[in-house]
């Protein structure tokens, strides 16, 4: 499978809203952070799909959080990051190496994280 | 942008010096194809198992016959649901989609495990899979959160920490009942005899007959052969069962003092390749079931989609 | 590098049989009635057998409705939305099991009693539907997602009012299941007003399919209007919340979501009441018979065992 191939698949058609064709797009990945506690910083814990940024959210708070009262949840698009990471290779992926959010877990977590 | 041949040679090397030395595999590093498709097609197997086992657990939520067994019930299917996304999450990094993943399980391209594909008869079927079918998962789960590849390996930390709960409420479950009526020890006996020989073949094929394990060894995506995973958690349950008070039904189970390990029967492969090949008693109703949920559930995924993109229009502003 | 070896290959097993983890297990599955005790005094002046029917019917509204709202496991329309609808009927019934065995503590189950089990599975398992005190809207069936995230929505809006009230009720077990619930409640109603918003004003059929699960719920909402006699005693005597209080609340909420839904408030009559009564007393509609027959088939085909 290729890559380039596959990442298209994702990108949401242009919607149309006389009601004739309605869009059957893919909910969007969404990247997670979550702040265990206070004094820590927001790590990244995964992915997930949502069809917008409220229901990430909540689907966030749900999913890696298990609704633990007092944790802070980031979620941001995948296709909005931009990072790079210079101990890593990637001339393989290259044709997709800026579509970051098909590679987003390169953070590590903190063991001392709790809940993850 | 193509790579040179002394480049992939390179990378290559990089590679095999990375996994050699216990390193990790992050998404954005080069692998090669092979590596790739195989951690592909065992985390999709992996989450798929997670999905359908929601399924014969989920037979039981609505009769628990306690409000506790019935909170503890449905909290571990949601687990499992919970587990299912962190392993598709984990598949997204190699650049492939759930959706994808999804569409592949219920036309039965992609596999799940087996196990999955017998049925839950009585609520003791509730322990024992917690106590034999999670216990095994155990066995094979533990080794991969230090699997090469980073998010597979960060994964499968968090799925083991959950499973071992579970396995904890199988067992204890169990206890319960072996505590109980006469009705409730002869439920147990009867799960453990159907489960016992579906359990040993959660591990795969005898590695005569399991031909990708070499080369998955070598990539670090597994770490033990099957036979070895499953010669430990032969030796594992048999205690436990004896703690339990409930017999294995295997006439050839016995201690082997000069291997110091456990003695067991052969398994019945037959019925083994009958299953994963789609003839087990409930894989056809397992595949329906998610290609129903799959498919009634477009129309709300649709909407969503669409709801989003009329507010995203919405947000342009209008200067 | 970073490794996790501290998860150890072998010492995974080593806690097998240790003690009871009902507190790892999210939430809904332990049992925490927050900082009361399930055994508290009634409070003075107050009708013990009153009290108890009062914990009933709210134990029951929420026993049934996790019933109910279980029904959707393995069938959800997206795999994060099987976690959300766990998570809404772990949370009820959490709220349930300390609310029957408050009822329990109070004497409620010793009609019912016939083996071993702690009051909460006498209520729940060897009750009958007439002995059920839930409002009829619970115990209806969820028709598809759009009529299910209506109910939550009208459900969760009615429940929150009720137990923000009761937060100061006079009985302290009340007024703490009260103070946890809230917190849940409001996440419920939330949950489920975001995907009003989102079916009623997504595609055309998602529209339609909203406005009729809306329509199907509605005849239902009358009766969470209505005071029961034992209500309107608790009422006066500070222990608990007068129902037709909360009709401007629960339609402050519907007039915010529908409208934003492009949804139309119905325009359907309450259904009709069995010579005045209705789930309050024990006079149900023909669904919760098969809900319960489910739920209790198993611990009523043993009823001399414990699980």
């Known amino acids: 499978m290729s890559m380039a191939d596959d990442t298209t698949a994702h990108v949401e058609g242009e919607p149309t809203f006389d009601g004739s064709t309605p869009p059957r797009a893919h909910w969007p990945l969404y990247e997670v952070f979550v702040r265990g506690k206070r004094g820590l910083n927001h790590v990244h814990v995964g992915s997930l799909h949502a069809p917008d940024d409220t229901m990430a959210l909540h689907n966030a708070r749900n999913l890696y959080t298990r609704r633990n009262e007092g944790v802070s949840i980031w979620v941001v698009r995948g296709d909005a990051i931009t990072a790079s990471s210079p101990d890593e290779k990637d001339p393989f992926f290259a044709p997709s190496g800026d579509k970051v959010y098909r590679h987003p877990t390169f953070y590590e977590i903190p063991d001392d994280v709790p809940h993850l | 942008m193509t790579v040179t041949e002394d480049e992939t040679r390179d990378l290559e090397a990089d590679f095999e010096r990375t996994v050699a030395a216990e390193g990790r595999i992050e998404p954005r590093d080069w692998m090669p194809e092979g590596y790739r498709k195989t951690l592909i097609r065992q985390i999709a197997q992996h989450a798929h198992s997670e999905i359908i086992g929601m399924q014969p657990e989920g037979n039981w ?28 999450s984990a598949t997204e990094t190699l650049g492939v989609d759930r959706a994808e993943l999804t569409e592949k399980l219920i036309d039965a391209k992609q596999k799940y495990s087996s196990i999955f594909n017998y049925p839950t008869l009585t609520f003791a079927d509730i322990g024992v899979i917690g106590w034999l079918v999670d216990g095994a998962a155990i066995c094979n789960q533990v080794p991969l959160c230090r699997s090469s590849y980073g998010p597979y390996a960060r994964a499968m930390v968090r799925i083991c920490k959950e499973e071992s709960f579970h396995q904890r409420q199988g067992f204890e479950l169990l206890r319960t009942l072996m505590a109980g009526t006469d009705a ?19 591990f795969g094929p005898a590695d005569g007959d399991s031909p990708n394990t070499q080369q998955s060894m070598a990539w670090r995506i597994k770490r033990h052969t099957n036979d070895e995973l499953r010669q430990r958690y032969v030796d594992m349950t048999v205690p436990q069962a004896a703690a339990l008070g409930v017999t294995l039904p295997d006439p050839e189970l016995r201690w082997n003092d000069e291997l110091q390990a456990h003695d067991f029967g052969a398994i019945d492969w037959d019925e083994f390749a009958q299953v994963v090949k789609g003839a ?10 998610r290609r129903a949920a799959h498919e009634d559930g477009q129309w709300v995924r649709d909407a969503a989609a669409a709801y989003a993109a009329k507010r995203a229009h919405q947000e342009v502003p209008a200067a | 590098m970073h490794s996790h070896d501290e998860t150890d290959d072998e010492n995974v097993y080593d806690a097998l049989a240790s003690a009871d983890d009902d507190g790892r297990w999210a939430f809904g599955t332990g049992f925490d009635a927050g900082t009361a005790e399930i055994d508290a005094p009634v409070p003075e002046g107050v009708d013990r057998d009153d ?26 329309p997206e795999l994060e939305e099987e976690v959300a609808l766990a998570n809404i009927a772990l949370d009820l019934l959490g709220q349930a099991r300390v609310l029957l065995a408050r009822a329990g503590h109070l004497g409620a189950a010793e009609p019912f009693r016939v083996g071993p089990q702690d009051d909460e599975d006498v209520l729940a398992y060897f009750r009958d539907d007439r002995a059920f005190r839930n409002v009829t809207l619970v115990e209806i069936d969820l028709g598809d997602f ?3 995230v209506a109910w939550i929505l009208v459900l969760a809006s009615w429940r929150l009012a009720l137990l923000q009230r009761l937060t100061g009720s006079r009985d302290p077990v009340l007024a703490a299941v009260a103070g946890k619930a809230v917190k849940e409640l409001t996440y419920h109603r939330d949950y489920a007003a975001q995907w009003v918003l989102r079916l009623g004003d997504g595609t055309p059929l998602s529209h339609a399919r909203m406005q009729a699960g809306l329509e199907a719920v509605w005849p239902f909402v009358e009766e969470l209007f209505t005071a029961h006699a034992v209500e309107r005693r608790l009422v006066d005597a500070g222990v608990a919340v007068d129902p037709t209080e909360l009709r401007g609340e629960v339609e402050a909420v519907l007039d915010q979501v529908l409208p934003a839904a492009t949804l139309t408030r119905p325009d359907r009559a309450a259904v009709g009441l069995v010579g005045g009564r209705g789930g309050r007393d024990g006079v149900h509609t023909e669904a919760l018979g098969p809900v319960l027959a489910v739920m209790q088939s198993l611990a009523r085909a043993h009823p001399e065992a414990t699980w």
């Open chain 2, 280 to 289: 087990g008693p409930c894989n056809a109703q397992r595949l329906a079931n």
């Open chain 3, 146 to 148: 759009a009529q299910t």
């Open chain 3, 51 to 76: 009290l108890a029917t009062y914990c009933l019917m709210l134990a029951d509204d929420a026993l049934v409705a996790s019933q109910r709202l279980a029904g959707w496991t393995t069938k959800a």
């Open chain 2, 184 to 202: 409730q020890r002869a439920m147990v006996q009867d799960a453990v005899d159907r489960w016992w020989w579906p359990s040993l073949m959660m």
């Open chain 2, 61 to 88: 939520i609505l009769r628990a016959p306690s409000l506790r067994r019935k909170a503890i019930l449905l909290a571990k299917v949601q687990d499992e649901a919970g587990h299912g996304l962190y392993l598709y």
